[in-house]
């Protein structure tokens, strides 16, 4: 696979997440077995708005070559905050703040992040 390949994997991916999450809050929630107040879905929008930026920025940015420091700077982001997304949806799965299929989010943060981690170390 190509990095274009997987910029429009993720940015397909996330806006997808991002749109649920805009649009339909609680309902979103409620699939992983949570509930959200007022602020919760207000927060849970925030969170969708920002899938909807990056899933913009990588759908953009997919033309570019690794080589380009935007794009390596783009691919480094994508890396440390899947690599953060991975953590913090793990100790969430572990602990039971949601439910099983919070492990799908940790898979898509893993695999992502691995993904683009390759492409930034690849020779």
Known sequence: MKLNQW???KAIVVAVFGIG?????VFVASIYGMSL???GALMARLFGAAFIFEGIVLWF???GAISEKPVR???IAVVVSNAIGVIVTLLATLSGVWNALGWLSVGLYLVFGLG???FLFKK
Request: hydrophobic share 70%; glycine share 4%.
């Open 116 to 118: 683009f981690a390759y």
């Open 21 to 25: 999450f805009v649009l339909v809050p």
């Open 61 to 63: 940015a997919k033309s």
């Open 7 to 9: 910029m429009v994997a």
């Open 37 to 39: 107040d007022a602020a």
């Open 73 to 75: 700077g783009l691919v």
